[in-house]
């Protein structure tokens, strides 16, 4: 089986940066989906997809899936960059003019 393993992105009802240290081990569909006849859903008779696993460092999230006999994907983790801001900014004279 083949996993990925990557950090999530922040949820969008987020400001602040709690919660942003997991790193996550996500297998790949091992079967296609299809849609269901009865109720028009895609449905797959694989359950593994269904589940992610929460792990505190990449190298944990290795280490589990080798020791499985998994082959996995290492996505790099983008930083976010924070760029300080102040209420009293927006009343400065030379502030930038958006159009």
């Not at 505190?56 to 999230?61: F, H, K, L, S, V």
């Not at 082959?71 to 760029?83: C, G």
Request: charge should be positive.
């Amino acid at each position: 089986m083949h996993v990925r393993i990557f950090k999530p992105t922040k949820n969008a009802m987020q400001s602040g940066q709690g919660g942003r240290g997991a790193w996550c081990l996500h297998p790949h569909a091992q079967t296609p989906k299809t849609p269901n006849a009865l109720m028009g859903w895609i449905s797959t008779g694989d359950t593994t997809e269904q589940i992610t696993l929460f792990f505190d460092t990449p190298e944990d999230a290795i280490h589990y899936a080798q020791q499985r006999g998994w082959t996995y994907t290492v996505l790099p983790d983008h930083p976010r960059t924070m760029r300080p801001k102040s209420y009293a900014a927006n009343f400065t004279r030379n502030r930038p003019v958006v159009s």
